[in-house]
T-cell receptor, first 115, second 113 residues
Framework: ETGVTQTPRHLVMGMTNKKSLKCEQHLGHNAMYWYKQSAKKPLELMFVYSLEERVENNSVPSRFSPECPNSSHLFLHLHTLQPEDSALYLC??????????????FGEGSRLTVL | RKEVEQDPGPFNVPEGATVAFNCTYSNSASQSFFWYRQDCRKEPKLLMSVYSSGNEDGRFTAQLNRASQYISLLIRDSKLSDSATYLCVVLERSNFGNEKLTFGTGTRLTIIP
C-alpha cells in the first residue's frame, strides 16, 4: 500500500468537461508535486508546492490549475483539455526541509484520456 | 540536447546475466544523481542514490563520472523480478532557485527465463 493515494485511477473526459484529480499523502511530508508522464517522454514536472505554497510552475497551460489546501492534500483541476493532454498524471511528496534528498514518493497515478 | 539521456532499450537479457545501463546529463552543475525503478503500470520508486565514489547495494552497482557527465547502473545475476524500466534522475537547481529532479525517459529491461 502506497503512502500517497491518488483518485481517480482512471478518468475519461471530453474537451469541454471540468474534472479534478486528487492526491493525499500520509507520510507527514511538506512538499507535493504533480508530474505528467506520456509515452516515450520523460516525466515532466508540472507544479511544486512546498509548505503549501506554490514554488514552481513549469510553464503549464492554464487549463491545468493546482490547489494545495494543506500539506496532505493536492488537487489538479482540469478544464477544456486537449487530446494531447492524455497521459498518466503522477502525484508525489517529499520532505522539503533541509534540502532535497532526491527521494520522491509517488502515487500510482491517474490515467487521463481526453476525447 | 536532452537534459538527461538514456537508451530506451528494450534490453532483453537472460536470467543470471549481467546488464549495464548508462545515462548522460547535460548540466555540469548537477548536484546529485539517482536511479529509480518503475514497474509496468506502477509508480516510480527510488532504487538507489549514486555517489561519487560509486556504491553497491546487493546485486546493484551505481557509478558516477562527473568529468564525462554520465552515470551507470550495473545489475549482476539478474532475476526475473528485475524486469522494469530504470529511470536515471538528476538533482539540479531550477530557474526558480529551487532544487528539482529531472528524469530521463527510462531504459526498459526484460529478463528472460
Amino acid at each position: 500500500e502506497t503512502g500517497v493515494t491518488q483518485t481517480p485511477r482512471h478518468l475519461v473526459m471530453g474537451m469541454t468537461n471540468k474534472k479534478s484529480l486528487k492526491c493525499e499523502q500520509h507520510l507527514g511530508h511538506n512538499a507535493m508535486y504533480w508530474y505528467k508522464q506520456s509515452a516515450k517522454k520523460p516525466l515532466e514536472l508540472m507544479f511544486v508546492y512546498s509548505l503549501e505554497e506554490r514554488v514552481e510552475n513549469n510553464s503549464v497551460p492554464s487549463r491545468f490549475s493546482p490547489e494545495c489546501p494543506n500539506s496532505s492534500h493536492l488537487f489538479l483541476h482540469l478544464h477544456t483539455l486537449q487530446p494531447e493532454d492524455s497521459a498518466l498524471y503522477l502525484c508525489a511528496s517529499s520532505q522539503a526541509s533541509g534540502g532535497h534528498t532526491g527521494e520522491l514518493f509517488f502515487g500510482e497515478g491517474s490515467r487521463l484520456t481526453v476525447l | 540536447r536532452k537534459e538527461v539521456e538514456q537508451d530506451p532499450g528494450p534490453f532483453n537479457v537472460p536470467e543470471g546475466a549481467t546488464v549495464a545501463f548508462n545515462c548522460t546529463y547535460s548540466n555540469s552543475a548537477s548536484q546529485s544523481f539517482f536511479w529509480y525503478r518503475q514497474d509496468c503500470r506502477k509508480e516510480p520508486k527510488l532504487l538507489m542514490s549514486v555517489y561519487s565514489s560509486g556504491n553497491e547495494d546487493g546485486r546493484f552497482t551505481a557509478q558516477l563520472n562527473r568529468a564525462s557527465q554520465y552515470i551507470s547502473l550495473l545489475i549482476r545475476d539478474s532475476k526475473l523480478s528485475d524486469s522494469a524500466t530504470y529511470l536515471c534522475v538528476v538533482l539540479e537547481r531550477s530557474n526558480f532557485g529551487n532544487e528539482k529532479l529531472t528524469f530521463g525517459t527510462g531504459t526498459r529491461l526484460t529478463i528472460i527465463p
